[in-house]
């Protein structure tokens, strides 16, 4: 059974039956007031090395995803010209830029008391991974309060952590704010990406792979998709597992893997559903 269907159904349930509707910042492209129902510190956890989280309920654009992924961690962009993709747009000015979010924030250099150069958090990782991976210091956050007021918008997906046991890289991602029908929900788009990401991580530092968690501080259901979501219900988990795999032969540089590089085994989607409105 697809386990990202499972969960994906189970929180559906959890958050829907939520009294409590709260009414938001964020704002409908009409200009409308958008309202919420949520719940706290949702949790998933998979082992990749036997399933990918990728739901079936909804066909989901997986290599989209990864292109996303790596425009932040990769090429530590915060202009949507460099993506080709308009899921940014909304928050993009005239120019294309974020501002001081995202890959700005993953693209900077630090000196650090564990590797002998300055370089970029991700970086940072990389060389722990290879030289030290018992290390307890492996992160990549985005979190930077000092420059909060020059982003386009507050990291929703903000720190990753990793833990190498075994031989097995482990990685859990943090999440503040998760639209649960469009991005945050198991098995769509942030769980897609950064489970990706994690496949590459331990690809190229020769290690196997080996759990992916993802918490998120406030899943929420927004008012305009909860139609949708109740449709979803109705469909019932997927019997073959999605598993997800690196091609023969891929690089085993990070920064020149692509979303190309990847191979994604048993995925049957049950449904299309496009169009879903995500405010801002």
């Given amino acids: 059974m697809n386990k990202a269907d499972l969960y994906f159904l189970v929180q559906a349930k959890r958050i829907l039956k939520q009294e409590t509707e709260q009414e938001t910042r964020a704002k409908w492209a009409d200009g409308s007031k ?10 998933t956890r998979f082992d990749l090395s ?3 989280p990728i739901t079936t309920l909804r ?3 997986w290599k989209s995803a990864i292109k996303e992924v790596f425009w932040i961690h990769q090429k530590y962009s915060n202009n949507t010209k460099d993506l080709g993709l308009k899921i940014w747009d909304q928050w993009a000015d005239e120019t294309g830029s974020i501002k001081k979010a995202y890959g700005y924030q993953a693209g900077k ?6 590797v002998p150069f300055e370089c970029t958090q991700i970086e940072r990782v990389l060389y722990l991974l290879k030289k030290d991976p018992a290390s307890r210091r492996l992160r990549v956050t985005l979190i930077n309060n000092e420059e909060v007021t020059e982003k386009a918008l507050e990291e929703c997906v903000h ?3 990793f833990a190498v046991l ?5 990685m859990i991602l943090e999440q503040r704010s998760g639209d649960f029908a469009v991005a945050a929900g198991s098995g769509n788009w942030n769980e897609i990406q950064f489970s990706a990401l994690q496949i590459a991580l331990a690809h190229c530092s020769d290690l196997k792979i080996g ?11 927004y008012d305009k998709h909860e139609t949708i979501v109740k449709e979803m219900l109705k469909l019932k988990p997927a019997d073959k597992v999605p598993f997800m795999k690196l091609k023969e032969g891929t690089t085993k540089d990070f920064f020149k ?3 190309q590089d990847f191979e994604l085994i048993n995925y049957y989607p049950q449904t299309e559903i496009k169009d879903l409105e995500v405010a801002g």
């Fill in 34 to 43: 958008t309202k919420t129902k949520a719940i706290f510190a949702a949790l």
């Fill in 257 to 259: 893997i692509t979303e």
């Fill in 109 to 114: 250099k630090y000196k650090w008391t564990d």
């Fill in 59 to 61: 066909k989901q654009y």
């Fill in 159 to 161: 720190t990753m952590e």
């Fill in 166 to 170: 075994d031989g097995k890289l482990n």
């Fill in 50 to 52: 036997k399933e990918f």
């Fill in 211 to 221: 759990e992916f968690a993802h918490v998120t501080t406030n899943l929420h259901i």
